[in-house]
């Protein structure tokens, strides 16, 4: 990674989306003094853009920093250095750290880290209750006004009714967001890979969909009667996809996010019980993956993240049933999200290997129901940008003058060979690896700081 300083950049004839004016057009961007400016300086450093995409920075809603307490699967430096080579300015961390950050000295803690390291902004979760238990609610308010975003016990489901309707009526009053990681543990009951035939062939406990659909349906009642704001974390099936479907329809406020790796793998590609295949909630099947695809286009679900999940090597080595679950995602976000939904590729781990046999490649015939992408370039940004921002109620990224120059520049024509050894993220538990993905992020801008990945 490398790292240029400067007081004034221009950027020459990119091509410039901004889906938050609606903006997509060849033109210049002038940056002066870590702000977009109306006209470069005379001095500016030039970068030539033609050929390239500028667009706001990347946002991404749900990532693991992993501190405090798992430092030796990521740190919030290398973690906020990896947000920056994948493009995004913006990463919301998760509670489910150790300890959990349920106290306002924690948050304030992350946020001083975030802001030594320099990479990236980072906005805390909150756990919703005191050590991610599911009994006691944490202090909203006081967490609130540290910097806290939202409140959620991501990597465990809140179970009990009560609790989360108390959650509920709480977030109302204070006009805060909670993020639900959807299973009922009753139903899922220890699977390990979603429930369907690869499971049986593996005879490997299989979650069952109907833990997430559940929750979600449950929620979505409890959001009917008290208000609260809520958001579906990592949605993974057609059927969770149309109860928020029906919710939006309703006019409630739900809103509903999806990983890259929901929109590119199904279970198929657990059928080598690759522990890096180990997912929660875990890969499912070609029609949910479709479904999410078509959620992403019709509006019912709000934006794509990464569930950035690092775990060290050995925690990984242990095998399928006993690995923690979970991926990195950062780095390969943008290209996988344009593989799904701009590329029309196929979805085949092997297929999308450089150097896959041709019989591989013929597996998934155009004919596919995840062959088809649909998305543009406009859209797939948005996703990224005012997607996430909406669902935080933060105003939406822009590019116009004077404001902060937070920017991403894309090289759409670009393809790459994911290699994990080159990684900014201590992480390396990727299926990707050896994967050809389309577009490359060429620089992330953060003020006066040009970041190059590569």
């Given at each position: 990674m490398r790292i240029v300083e400067d007081a004034a950049v221009v950027i020459r004839r990119a091509r410039v989306i901004d889906p938050a004016s609606g903006r997509d057009e060849a033109a210049d961007v002038a940056i002066v003094e870590g702000q977009i400016a109306e006209r470069?300086?005379?001095?500016?450093?030039?970068?030539?853009?033609?050929?390239?995409?500028?667009?706001?920075?990347?946002?991404?809603?749900?990532?693991?920093?992993?501190?405090?307490?798992?430092?030796?699967?990521?740190?919030?430096?290398?973690?906020?250095?990896?947000?920056?080579?994948?493009?995004?300015?913006?990463?919301?961390?998760?509670?489910?750290?150790?300890?959990?950050l349920d106290e306002p000295e924690r948050i304030r803690w992350v946020l001083e880290k975030a802001r030594t390291a320099g990479f990236c902004e980072v906005a805390p979760v909150a756990a919703i209750t005191r050590g991610r238990e599911g009994t006691e609610l944490t202090d909203f308010a006081a967490l609130l006004e540290t910097g806290a975003v939202a409140f959620s016990d991501d990597g465990v489901g809140l179970e009990n009714d009560t609790v989360m309707l108390r959650a509920f009526e709480r977030a109302a009053q204070l006009g805060s967001l909670l993020i639900q990681h959807c299973e009922f543990r009753s139903i899922s009951a220890g699977g390990v890979m979603h429930l369907g035939e690869v499971s049986r062939r593996l005879a490997l406990p299989g979650l069952d969909p109907r833990s997430e659909e559940a929750m979600i349906e449950r929620d979505i009642d409890l959001c009917r009667k008290t208000g609260g704001r809520y958001h579906v974390a990592h949605i993974s099936t057609a059927k969770a996809v149309e109860r928020v479907r029906r919710a939006k329809a309703e006019g409630l406020p739900v809103t509903a996010e999806v990983c890259t790796h929901h929109l590119v793998l199904t279970h198929e590609a657990c059928a080598g019980a690759d522990p890096n295949t180990k997912m929660h909630p875990p890969l499912r099947t070609a029609e949910d993956v479709q479904a999410c695809r078509a959620g992403l286009l019709d509006g019912t679900i709000d934006c794509i993240v990464t569930d950035h999940a690092p775990h060290s090597a050995e925690e990984k080595a242990v095998g399928f049933l006993k690995a923690p679950a979970g991926i990195v995602g950062l780095e390969t976000a943008l290209g996988l999200a344009a593989k799904a939904m701009i590329e029309n590729s196929p979805v085949s781990p092997l297929a999308a290997r450089e150097g896959g046999g041709s019989a591989v490649r013929g597996s998934n015939p155009p004919s596919s129901p995840l062959s088809k992408g649909g998305g543009d370039w406009p859209r797939l940004i948005a996703w990224l940008t005012t997607g996430p921002s909406r669902v935080l109620h933060r105003p939406p990224p822009a590019i116009q003058a004077g404001a902060p120059a937070n920017l991403t520049i894309i090289d759409s024509s670009a393809s790459w060979l994911v290699d994990p050894a080159a990684f900014e993220s201590r992480g390396r538990n990727t299926p990707f690896s050896g994967w050809k993905l389309p577009s490359r992020v060429r620089a992330t801008i953060r003020g006066r700081a040009c970041i190059t990945p590569h």
């Amino acid at each position: 990674m490398r790292i240029v300083e400067d007081a004034a950049v221009v950027i020459r004839r990119a091509r410039v989306i901004d889906p938050a004016s609606g903006r997509d057009e060849a033109a210049d961007v002038a940056i002066v003094e870590g702000q977009i400016a109306e006209r470069p300086h005379p001095q500016s450093r030039t970068i030539e853009g033609a050929g390239l995409i500028v667009c706001p920075g990347l946002m991404d809603l749900h990532v693991h920093l992993r501190e405090p307490g798992q430092s030796h699967k990521e740190t919030i430096e290398t973690g906020t250095k990896a947000a920056a080579a994948g493009g995004f300015t913006f990463v919301a961390c998760m509670p489910n750290t150790l300890p959990a950050l349920d106290e306002p000295e924690r948050i304030r803690w992350v946020l001083e880290k975030a802001r030594t390291a320099g990479f990236c902004e980072v906005a805390p979760v909150a756990a919703i209750t005191r050590g991610r238990e599911g009994t006691e609610l944490t202090d909203f308010a006081a967490l609130l006004e540290t910097g806290a975003v939202a409140f959620s016990d991501d990597g465990v489901g809140l179970e009990n009714d009560t609790v989360m309707l108390r959650a509920f009526e709480r977030a109302a009053q204070l006009g805060s967001l909670l993020i639900q990681h959807c299973e009922f543990r009753s139903i899922s009951a220890g699977g390990v890979m979603h429930l369907g035939e690869v499971s049986r062939r593996l005879a490997l406990p299989g979650l069952d969909p109907r833990s997430e659909e559940a929750m979600i349906e449950r929620d979505i009642d409890l959001c009917r009667k008290t208000g609260g704001r809520y958001h579906v974390a990592h949605i993974s099936t057609a059927k969770a996809v149309e109860r928020v479907r029906r919710a939006k329809a309703e006019g409630l406020p739900v809103t509903a996010e999806v990983c890259t790796h929901h929109l590119v793998l199904t279970h198929e590609a657990c059928a080598g019980a690759d522990p890096n295949t180990k997912m929660h909630p875990p890969l499912r099947t070609a029609e949910d993956v479709q479904a999410c695809r078509a959620g992403l286009l019709d509006g019912t679900i709000d934006c794509i993240v990464t569930d950035h999940a690092p775990h060290s090597a050995e925690e990984k080595a242990v095998g399928f049933l006993k690995a923690p679950a979970g991926i990195v995602g950062l780095e390969t976000a943008l290209g996988l999200a344009a593989k799904a939904m701009i590329e029309n590729s196929p979805v085949s781990p092997l297929a999308a290997r450089e150097g896959g046999g041709s019989a591989v490649r013929g597996s998934n015939p155009p004919s596919s129901p995840l062959s088809k992408g649909g998305g543009d370039w406009p859209r797939l940004i948005a996703w990224l940008t005012t997607g996430p921002s909406r669902v935080l109620h933060r105003p939406p990224p822009a590019i116009q003058a004077g404001a902060p120059a937070n920017l991403t520049i894309i090289d759409s024509s670009a393809s790459w060979l994911v290699d994990p050894a080159a990684f900014e993220s201590r992480g390396r538990n990727t299926p990707f690896s050896g994967w050809k993905l389309p577009s490359r992020v060429r620089a992330t801008i953060r003020g006066r700081a040009c970041i190059t990945p590569h």
